[in-house]
């Protein structure tokens, strides 16, 4: 029985981050297209933010008191796929930013809700739940891999795959196991949908120094995502999907790693890796524009399993051993609203503005933008972040009597 709850689960993940890796990554070489300027395309990154933020109203005030959530995913996904379907039609970005705002809006929630489910139904989840989510890295692996081959970078054929398989995973998620609504006729206060309970946390001043080091982090993050996209564009790199597709296989790699690192570092020093990463990427990568290095290029897209499973998925890991058993769940939630809500809006915005900001007054053949100077700004940002969380945050005690 767990055997076919492992191969749907896996299944589910698997589609649900093909949809995402097959238009995420190149919206803005899709944009550019359409002659958005960079700050229009780091809004319309920002959409997803939006989804984010609003995704703990759907989550807290419908999945959990009204309806099953298998049944929301369903929707949702079909829903999402015919508003994919639509994008295609929109070319301006007083259409295209709402479109994929309300894009967004219906599929962060199943982020929640998949895992939601998965945690409920696998017999030991701290075991099984990870092995079931090395397949969303296979989806977004081959979701760029497919795209590439299709040749539909540049074009509106990545919104029709991602659409046409956001409907065949709304109907999948009809086959996951029945998952009635949590608080069915409860009154839930506002506080505990938003998980506000987990603010009493930042009354600990090394949690409120991670929280803020999280969120400036953010700011630099989004650099890659916005830009990336438009820079491998410039350079006329073919089949750039699949070979930003290497960033989910070192994801793999490193998320094997990271416990050992935890037992034998703690959290500080492995975050610390992780943020050191961010600065040494962008670093590679403003380097790579001043030589047009491709060997750098690729290692800026290797690092990315330290990039973001020492700082992201550790940092949700120290989250979890800071908050309660009350506040667990509210917790996950704060800081999930920070990175992905509240500072990506900030980060999306940053990355398109300084995009416009560096357009050369004369272009370089295919070059517009004075590259490595753009990709500079997030390198310094990072160093600073690196320093003030070196300065001021401290190792947890439980974890530090655990490495003694």
Not at 279 to 308: D, K, Q
Request: with cysteine.
């Amino acid at each position: 029985m767990q055997t076919q709850l492992k191969f749907k689960l896996s299944t589910f993940m698997f589609l649900q981050y093909f949809i995402w890796s097959s238009w995420y990554m190149t919206l803005g070489a899709y944009l550019g297209t359409l002659n958005f300027t960079g700050t229009e395309i780091g809004a319309s990154y920002g959409a997803f933010a939006w989804g984010a933020i609003l995704s703990p109203f759907i989550v807290g005030l419908i999945a959990d008191r009204f309806f099953a959530s298998e049944k929301i995913i369903a929707v949702l996904g079909i829903a999402g796929g015919l508003v994919m379907l639509f994008i295609p039609q929109l070319k301006t970005f007083g259409s295209v930013y709402p479109t994929l705002i309300l894009y967004c809006t219906l599929y962060a929630p199943t982020l929640a809700l998949g895992n939601s489910i998965s945690m409920t139904h696998l017999a030991d989840a701290k075991k099984d739940f990870p092995f079931v989510k090395i397949f969303s890295a296979v989806g977004w692996i081959a979701g760029g891999v497919v795209l590439s081959q299709l040749k539909g970078e540049q074009s509106p054929l990545q919104y029709y795959l991602a659409g046409g398989t956001s409907m065949v995973f709304g109907l999948f998620a009809l086959t996951l196991p029945h998952t009635p609504p949590k608080k069915k006729g409860q009154n839930v206060p506002l506080s505990e949908v938003l998980g506000l309970d987990a603010l009493a946390l930042l009354k600990k001043p090394t949690f409120a120094i991670f929280i803020l080091c999280m969120f400036l982090i953010c700011i630099p993050l989004y650099f890659y995502f916005v830009n990336m996209g438009t820079y491998l564009t410039q350079l006329k790199w073919a089949d750039m999907a699949q070979k930003m597709t290497l960033a989910q296989v070192s994801d793999i790699v490193f998320l094997v790693l990271l416990p050992l690192m935890l037992k034998k570092l703690g959290y500080k020093k492995t975050i610390f890796l992780g943020i050191l990463a961010w600065a040494a990427r962008y670093f590679m990568l403003s380097a790579s524009a001043a030589s047009t290095g491709t060997v750098l290029i690729f290692g800026a897209i290797l690092l990315h399993g330290i990039c973001y499973d020492f700082l992201f998925i550790a940092g949700q890991l120290y989250v979890d051993d800071e908050a309660n058993e009350r506040i667990r769940g509210a917790a996950q939630g704060l800081i999930a609203i920070i990175l992905w809500g509240f500072g990506s809006l900030v980060g999306t915005y940053l990355a398109g503005y300084f995009m416009d900001q560096h357009k050369l007054a004369t272009p370089k053949g295919d070059i517009t933008h004075d590259w490595s100077a753009i990709w500079a700004t997030p390198a310094w940002i990072a160093v600073g972040v690196l320093v003030l969380f070196m300065i001021f945050f401290r190792e947890p005690q439980k974890a530090a009597s655990k490495q003694a």
